[in-house]
């Protein structure tokens, strides 16, 4: 891919010898003269360069004022166009400068405001060539990680929490206000399956810390020992096999997001550590003998009512508290059975893209059992149920047969000239199986009752009392 340098230069020669040389290098040059060229370049002609190579004074001003500007200006459009209100991050480039009359104050602005490198006039063209390979590497990172972002964005907005009922608008409209507002810690209430990380994905992606780390932890995962040295870090030596320095995930998250799934089942020392950090803003690694600042948002999330929990003295009350700013309790499946009318469709969908299926039809059938089904696992249930059945499909009908729900018949019985198979997994009573044994047996003897005895290996007489029992039909 040809990546674009702009080169903003007042002297003539110098400027034409910088394009021709860095064509010849294998990159799309834009020249400007001035500032007011390159200002039309970005914003008129939308011009994105990975790097913008840069003379520190220009007839029309300095060009660190205009750094500053116009990434404001960038980010402003970029915000418009988006059409959420919230600042994102424009196409990301480098900045190198060039001045024939450098000074200490202008290099110590210059880095502050984000340039890569200032250098002096006359500079070497080999080592300008060094510099310039670096910064455009960082470039392409950084506009790698603002992709990144902006994709999730759109992925993880508030309306990826699916439904029409009334309660996953009201969880919409929450979810919405609450990535408009700079929130230190949330708690995620609900069953296991209601999209508890999903929302807490919305609510990072969508909020001001979006650009920032966002880094999860289920603490029902990991015994104590491990769980508190992967939260708090260590340093080498702090226990037996701690051979190097490790940043725990409070660091990692630094200026981001720490998503704690099942903090219910979090140890109540541990518990502790945390609601200092969280109050004090500092961590202190395992075996360490100084603090470090660490700015976290802290999302918490439990299918147990902490509430209960903190009044019987499982759960730091303490801790219970200084975490529920605010707290966003998920409903149930069963209670927004509606909501099976949009998520069902995009769960087909998903799967046909991900299998190479083309499944279309869904019979009354099928959405009868959906409807009628509890879903004790919720959305994370539902849509293995999906996935199995589209996986299982063989045409554009939803194959009903492989729902296979607690409760329901899972597997229709199934029929050949050389036997009868019937689902062992108990969605099938015993009478039932007899019953369909004996009138398959009947359909097949053309109701004959002595033939169809034969078949079986049983009397007469045996199979009557059956017929008798099932109220079935025979031709004797």
């Known amino acids: 891919m040809i990546e674009t340098l702009l080169i903003i230069e007042d002297e003539k020669l110098l400027g034409s010898e910088l394009s021709r040389h860095y064509r010849q290098s294998g990159w799309e040059v834009a020249l400007a003269n001035n500032l007011s060229e390159a200002r039309e370049l970005l914003l008129k002609k939308k011009v994105e360069p990975l790097l913008i190579l840069s003379d520190m004074n220009l007839p029309d001003g300095n060009a660190l004022d205009f750094m500053e500007k116009i990434k404001k200006d960038i980010s402003y459009t970029d915000a418009a166009k988006d059409g959420t209100g919230k600042t994102m991050p424009g196409a990301y480039a480098e900045w190198l400068f060039l001045t024939g009359y450098g000074n200490v104050p202008d290099s110590v602005r210059a880095l502050r405001l984000g340039a890569y490198d200032f250098l002096e006039k006359p500079c070497d063209l080999d080592r300008l060539d060094l510099i310039v390979a670096s910064a455009a590497r960082s470039a392409s990172i950084q506009r790698r990680v603002a992709d990144q972002t902006k994709h999730r964005h759109r992925r993880y907005s508030p309306d990826a929490y699916v439904g029409h009922s009334q309660q996953a608008q009201g969880i919409r409209q929450l979810l919405a206000k609450l990535t408009q507002v700079p929130f230190s810690a949330l708690i995620i209430g609900g069953e296991s399956g209601t999209g508890k990380g999903l929302a807490a994905r919305i609510l990072h992606y969508g909020g001001s810390r979006a650009q920032q780390p966002m880094i999860e932890v289920n603490c029902a995962a990991l015994p104590r020992e491990l769980l508190e040295s992967e939260l708090f870090g260590h340093e080498p030596g702090a226990f037996t096999g701690a051979a190097g320095r490790h940043r725990g995930l409070l660091e990692q998250a630094d200026g981001g997001t720490l998503f704690m799934d099942e903090i219910g089942e979090m140890p109540l020392d541990l518990q502790a550590k945390l609601l200092k950090v969280i109050e004090d803003h500092k961590v202190?690694?395992?075996?360490?003998?100084?603090?470090?600042?660490?700015?976290?948002?802290?999302?918490?999330?439990?299918?147990?009512?902490?509430?209960?929990?903190?009044?019987?003295?499982?759960?730091?009350?303490?801790?219970?508290?200084?975490?529920?700013?605010?707290?966003?309790?998920?409903?149930?499946?069963?209670?927004?059975?509606?909501?099976?009318?949009?998520?069902?469709?995009?769960?087909?969908?998903?799967?046909?893209?991900?299998?190479?299926?083309?499944?279309?039809?869904?019979?009354?059938?099928?959405?009868?059992?959906?409807?009628?089904?509890?879903?004790?696992?919720?959305?994370?249930?539902?849509?293995?149920?999906?996935?199995?059945?589209?996986?299982?499909?063989?045409?554009?009908?939803?194959?009903?047969?492989?729902?296979?729900?607690?409760?329901?018949?899972?597997?229709?019985?199934?029929?050949?000239?050389?036997?009868?198979?019937?689902?062992?997994?108990?969605?099938?009573?015993?009478?039932?199986?007899?019953?369909?044994?004996?009138?398959?047996?009947?359909?097949?003897?053309?109701?004959?009752?002595?033939?169809?005895?034969?078949?079986?290996?049983?009397?007469?007489?045996?199979?009557?009392?059956?017929?008798?029992?099932?109220?079935?039909?025979?031709?004797?």
Request: glycine residues 6%.
């Open 284 to 476: 202190r690694r395992l075996g360490g003998e100084k603090e470090i600042q660490v700015d976290v948002q802290i999302v918490a999330a439990s299918n147990r009512d902490l509430e209960k929990m903190a009044q019987d003295g499982s759960f730091r009350a303490d801790l219970y508290h200084r975490l529920s700013v605010f707290k966003l309790i998920l409903p149930p499946l069963r209670e927004a059975v509606e909501d099976l009318d949009e998520l069902v469709p995009l769960f087909v969908a998903e799967y046909n893209a991900k299998a190479g299926r083309q499944v279309k039809d869904i019979p009354d059938t099928v959405w009868n059992k959906l409807k009628a089904h509890y879903w004790p696992g919720n959305v994370r249930e539902l849509r293995n149920v999906i996935e199995r059945c589209v996986l299982f499909s063989d045409g554009p009908t939803f194959p009903g047969q492989w729902l296979q729900l607690p409760g329901q018949p899972a597997v229709e019985a199934l029929q050949t000239e050389q036997g009868i198979w019937l689902p062992l997994d108990g969605s099938m009573a015993l009478d039932d199986m007899d019953c369909f044994i004996i009138k398959t047996a009947l359909e097949r003897a053309d109701n004959n009752l002595t033939a169809a005895a034969r078949a079986l290996g049983a009397t007469r007489e045996t199979l009557r009392y059956r017929v008798r029992k099932y109220n079935l039909k025979t031709a004797d």
